[in-house]
């Protein structure tokens, strides 16, 4: 439906970057880049990390100034003094990055700033029922009176949509808005901007998710390392040939080969495994050498269920290993018994954003580089050599710090820090995200290496192309529960929709399996 | 995507220069402005008895402080220092005066033990609270803080607590008076913790741990760190080292009072901060934390050698200079 090719070609375009560039220090990250947005379409921005889509959206909105260059407003030249004034001028920025109170409310956080108010107080039920109206808008139903805290993730994200909306707007720039999304969330903010396109909106879109661009893009620019590749039609781009773009080279073998390294051999084995509010008797097997995707919605309890049996959180079950019984009272203990659990929370649970890669790469083994009490430095930094070589980080400097890399190389720290346990059980929550295709690339890569040196491995995963692309078997939560498996040809994307939003569980079946 | 060597020697240097840590520099660079500052003033203060006399006095603030990096630098507090310090002195006293055991040197040398041992557990009893309990330290501390100055108190009753023997007075003033090497007891003590310091925390997985918990308690656990255990540990450490400095200064007065480390635990804490160690945990600087005890004492030296400023003020330059340190080191943080 996306067939809407540079519309109203004969109107100025609303915003407009003119040969923009913007350095940091003697940086520079955005090169002479110039680009269009008329009234009435929905303009895609893709890159991998670090090719400069960020800076571009900051210097579009006010955030940040250009050092060469300008933006201009309906044909003519304006100085956007700050985000306040872009604001003013219709322009608005839905941030990536969650910022919302998470005790206030759901009305107070979207009329923050800008309470409606009758006399001296704040008139609370018309702003719980505008907030109602806005978010039904977005295809949430959330009552206007809950906390954000008691949100998940991607009602957060939809309340922060919601809340940017209410400024009157003429461009609406959505920065990877569906980062925390389901499909089915998803589905439901690109109908809301297919509506303010409709609305004569013009929308600038910045995504890593490509089928998402295709779907609801008129024009795609692309960038990388901070120059514009191409600006086209959306008609005549493919996804495939969209990477190809991103990252100047051919994507279509993105995951590695798939070889049935999986043997008969069951290494873990968990029965009837509860999680107190995210899981319920919970099964399931990992034979030595597999790769077992874990697919579901956002908050379908996958990676609280994988805590509960690593021990990082409070869960009952039987665990077998190896077919020995084993109880893991913290997550100490798993660690001791060659099991290694990869945060989908990289910035808040996995690495020490404010300390150096080398403190950061030991913390978990860190007696493997003591001698006595002592900590050996030597061998710390030989460990981070090998770290970077064999994990391929890259670092403008060793001494910077964890906090400085980009996700990717975060990522293959994180790696690199828990590969030093030396496990027989890994397990990644969420292993590419926030990463530039490239890296996403080397990490499957690495996934399969690892399950062909005879370890297991578990995905857990939103992105259900990459659990399709790498797994041998995929395993479906929604609700607390395991409602399926897909293996072999089985392994769709509609096969796994179905399972994880409902449409297709066994009713009986689950009741069958509740009540065993 | 990696840089490219820097192509002259000029650049390499420069480069260098900008390497190194302001926050870890600036506390030292401040000592030696007051240094001059306090030359200016008044040419006695740099007279080599009054610096060390200045040492000597700040020795309980910067042994006290040494313990307090550590809690702080993982990401905890402690408000009732200066209240377990009275409370150890009048104990160790107490013990002292029982004459229990035969021998001056051996009554000492276990009433040291038995100082250390009643700092461990009050240390212990704040690291237990607040971990266990899961209470914010500066509440817990803020109750154990009235607690440990009501008790000594109480031992007291509400007078003071005073060494009777002369004899164990003569043999224990010493270790606050006398000398080793040309340098006094007190500043080779502080010289002692400062070193056991600075190697755990830097140079062991325990201090390693401290550092990874304060930056994040999350990550650290995640890591496999038993995050209560260390939290608690560095309550304990705090303890120990209060004894440390209680050992130092009951030779001074020979006598506890209601009085005993009033406000020291405010001290500590500001000698701390203006060490460079970040209050919200994750950076620890003994030698820094040193320096800050140091700079409290010869600011107050200063004013006392000088005519300008009345030494009634001395709180309030205390006060402006730990906000000082803060805006510094926001600063050279944020160019960071």
Sequence with gaps: MSTHPNPQQHQPPVLEARSIAKAFGPVEVL?????TIQPGEVHAIIGENGAGKSTLMKLLSGHLQPTRGSVAMDGEDVHLAGPVDAEHRGLVLVHQEILLAPHLTVAQNIFMGRELKRGLMVNDREMNRLAAEAVRKLGADIDPTTPVSRLSIARRQLVQIARALQVPHRVVIFDEPTASLTPIETEALLKVIRNLRDQNVAVLYISHRLPEVAAIADRITVLRD???????????????????????RDMSKLYPEREETATRETILEVTNFDVPDYARGASFS??????????????????????????????????????KPVRFHGVRDSMAAGIVYLSEDRKGKGLLLAQNLR??????????????????????????????????????RRDLLAGQLSGGNQQKLLLAKMMLLDPSIVIIDEPTRGIDIGTKEQIYKFIADLAKSGKSVIVISSEMQELIGICHRILVMRS????????????????????????????????????? | MTDTQPTTDARGFARKLADIDMTAVAPFLALAVLFILGALVNPSFIGVDNILNVLTRSSFIAIIAVGATFVISAGGLDLSVGSMAALVAGIMILFLNSAAIDGNLTMLAVGVVVAIGVGAGAGLINGAVTTIGRIEPFIVTLGTMAIYRSVTVWLANGGSIAMKSNDMRNLFRPVYTGTFIGLPIPVWIIIA???????????????????????????????GIHVNRVRAMTYVIQGICVAIAVVVYVPRLGAATTTTGMLWELQAITAVVIGGTALKGGVGRIWGTICGAFMLEIVGNIMVLSNFVSEYLIGAVQGVIIIIAMLVQRTLQRKG
């Excluded at chain 1, 030989?382 to 890259?394: M, N, Y």
């Excluded at chain 2, 830097?202 to 990550?219: C, L, M, P, Q, W």
């Design chain 1, 226 to 248: 901070g120059k514009l590749i191409a600006t086209r039609n959306a008609s005549e781009l493919q996804p495939v040939d969209m990477a190809k773009l991103m990252v100047g």
């Design chain 1, 359 to 396: 403190t950061n790469l030991t913390l978990a083994s860190l007696e493997k580089f003591t001698k006595g009490p002592l900590i050996e430095r030597k061998r710390e930094e030989q460990g981070l050599d090998k770290a970077i070589a064999e994990f391929d980080i890259r670092a403008r």
């Design chain 1, 480 to 516: 607390s529960r395991i409602v399926g498996e897909v293996t072999g040809e089985a392994m769709t994307e509609d096969e796994i929709v179905v399972y994880a939003t409902g449409v297709k569980t066994n009713e009986a079946e689950l009741y069958a399996a509740g009540s065993a």
């Design chain 2, 193 to 223: 913790v400062g070193l056991l310091g600075a190697f755990i925390l830097y140079k062991t997985s325990f201090g390693r741990h401290v550092i990874a918990v304060g930056s994040n308690e999350d990550v650290a656990r995640y890591s």
């Design chain 1, 31 to 35: 090169t002479d880049i110039s680009l």
């Design chain 1, 286 to 323: 990992l034979r030595k050498g597999e790769i077992l995707g874990f697919a579901g919605l956002i908050g379908a309890g996958r990676t609280e269920l994988l805590e509960g049996i690593v021990g990082l959180r409070a869960g009952q079950g039987q665990v077998k290993l190896n077919g």
